[in-house]
T-cell receptor, first 112, second 117 residues
């Protein structure tokens, strides 16, 4: 079975540019999560969708960050404009009901 | 706010020996889940083991087992017969009710485990 698929795996861009991270959850999963991982703050939940509806976006750091889930098989996390402090590894995870979360391989984002 | 504390930033263990990673948590939930995730250098986040708080029996998965002390809010992970492939960051996590019949996770800062040949 295919796991959670994230793209790109690495992204390097200049400050001020728009960045779009993509996630395809496992088929049949009804919850999707976006996390950010940094050395200083560890693994932080940014936003969480249930049945394609955003449930909790209290972890989204600023208005520069936005996330969408237009259908059950696709989600995006967008940063516009990007800043060097946004450099981190971004994970997407999905889950079915009360089962454990399955994580993608993450996107390593570097903002120069 | 819910917190998960891993007091050991780094640990090491000799191959084939046993090691225990500590985790404490703070929750006001009556029913919740606890997890250990492993993150090897490849960066993947891999579920190691899960414990449901209402179950008194400690969860086990092959060489991995937990010591769940609900009153003390402690959830340690024991790795027996350590193998080189166990070298990784280990994250403890607890669930919190997010309404709508679902939950989300709060993660600790992690423990970096090195298995020495």
């Amino acid at each position: 079975d295919a796991g959670v698929i994230q793209s790109p795996r690495h992204e390097v861009t200049e400050m001020g540019q728009e960045v779009t991270l993509r996630c395809k959850p496992i088929s049949g999963h009804n919850s999707l999560f976006w996390y950010r991982q940094t050395m200083m703050r560890g693994l932080e939940l940014l936003i969480y969708f249930n049945n394609n509806v955003p449930i909790d976006d209290s972890g989204m750091p600023e208005d520069r960050f936005s996330a969408k889930m237009p259908n059950a098989s696709f989600s995006t996390l967008k940063i516009q404009p990007s800043e060097p402090r946004d450099s981190a590894v971004y994970f997407c995870a999905s889950r079915k009901d009360f089962q454990p979360q399955h994580f993608g391989d993450g996107t390593r984002l570097s903002i120069l | 706010a819910q917190t998960v504390t891993q007091s050991q930033p780094e640990m090491s263990v000799q191959e084939a020996e046993t090691v225990t990673l500590s985790c404490t948590y703070d929750t006001s939930e009556n029913n919740y889940y606890l997890f250990w995730y492993k993150q090897p250098p490849s960066r993947q986040m891999i579920l190691v083991i899960r414990q449901e708080a209402y179950k008194q029996q400690n969860a086990t998965e092959n060489r991995f087992s937990v010591n769940f002390q609900k009153a003390a809010k402690s959830f340690s992970l024991k790795i027996s017969d350590s193998q080189l492939g166990d070298t990784a960051m280990y994250f403890c996590a607890s669930s919190r009710d997010s309404g709508a019949g679902s939950y989300q996770l709060t993660f600790g800062k992690g423990t970096k485990l090195s298995v020495i040949p």
